[in-house]
């Protein structure tokens, strides 16, 4: 069905329910650099809200509660909540998205890559983005070199402007963030100079 | 999978809210910003999220930390 590179008729629709999906599992925004921060990178202080135990952590959080409403506030709350468990039972408490469900989506992206390089016949282990690259870049052991740093500074960089191209580009625009739309439009940008400076350097 | 339809959209990921639902009294917190039509944009939490930045465990709506020592 498909040779070479996937359709972008294909390829958009798929994103769309990818980011919907997301949506609706797990009530978070689809982006990919927020995957890695889940995981490398857990909530500051998370450690200590899970080391306190439950009571102190509720001693707590009342405290802060009767700080920043009122105690009159607070009673009230506490009688509407008392009249309301005896006319309704409990509803079922949302529980955080654990890690390991970023860790899954992390490791199904090469799965996912592999899936779509077999699908188009093009699965193979390379070292080398092609001669093209080879050519304007770097090759040999030098082009691993720079596509070592090229990561890196991707890395960088996503996190610098708080998303990747999946969070920027599929979450933020579609929301329309201004942020995004700035990051997008600044990657994207830089991206289609890069490519036609690439092109006119290596025509013949 | 519900959410209140017009608050808050990082119900499901925030660290804090389902500790809202600890005790009676802290739902206030819930009643007064997250599930709020338009309150939870003033959220310190919704708003480091927003732009997609680190959000601390501790840090309350109102821009505070919870003291956990
Ligand atoms: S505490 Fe803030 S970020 Fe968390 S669910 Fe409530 S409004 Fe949203």
Redesign the pocket.
């Given at each position: 069905m498909f040779s070479g590179h996937w359709p972008w008729w294909f390829g958009g629709p798929v994103f769309a329910i990818v980011v919907v999906a997301f949506w609706l599992i797990e009530r978070r925004l689809f982006g990919v650099v927020g995957q890695y921060v889940q995981v490398l990178e857990p909530a500051q202080g998370a450690a200590e809200l899970d080391k306190a135990s439950p009571q102190a952590l509720e001693e707590a959080l009342r405290r802060a509660t009767l700080a920043e409403f009122g105690a009159e506030a607070v009673a009230e709350m506490e009688a509407a909540e008392a009249s309301e468990k005896e006319r309704a039972p409990e509803p079922r408490r949302r529980e955080p998205v654990p890690r390991a469900a970023s860790l899954l989506f992390l490791a199904m992206l090469p799965v996912g890559g592999a899936i779509g390089a077999l699908v188009t016949g093009q699965l193979a282990l390379r070292g080398t983005l092609g001669a093209v690259h080879e050519r304007v870049v770097a090759s040999g052991p030098m082009e691993l070199v720079v596509l070592a740093v090229g990561g890196v500074l991707v890395g960088v960089g996503t996190r610098m402007a708080g998303g990747c191209t999946s969070g920027h580009g599929l979450s933020g625009c579609s929301r329309l963030q201004p942020s995004s739309l700035i990051a997008t439009a600044s990657f994207f940008g830089t991206g289609i100079v890069v490519s036609f400076l690439l092109h006119a350097l290596v025509k013949p | 999978m519900s959410t209140p339809p017009t608050?808050?959209?990082?119900?499901g990921?925030?660290?804090?809210?389902p500790r809202?639902s600890l005790k009676g009294a802290l739902k206030i917190?819930?009643q007064r910003?997250?599930?709020?039509e338009t309150?939870?944009?003033r959220?310190?939490?919704?708003q480091?999220?927003t732009s997609n930045e680190p959000?601390p465990a501790t840090l309350?709506?109102n821009g505070e930390h919870i003291p956990t020592t």
């Open positions: - | 608050g808050c959209p990082y119900t990921s925030c660290e804090l809210y809202f917190w819930q910003y997250c599930s709020h309150q939870h944009q959220c310190a939490r919704y480091l999220a959000v309350l709506p």
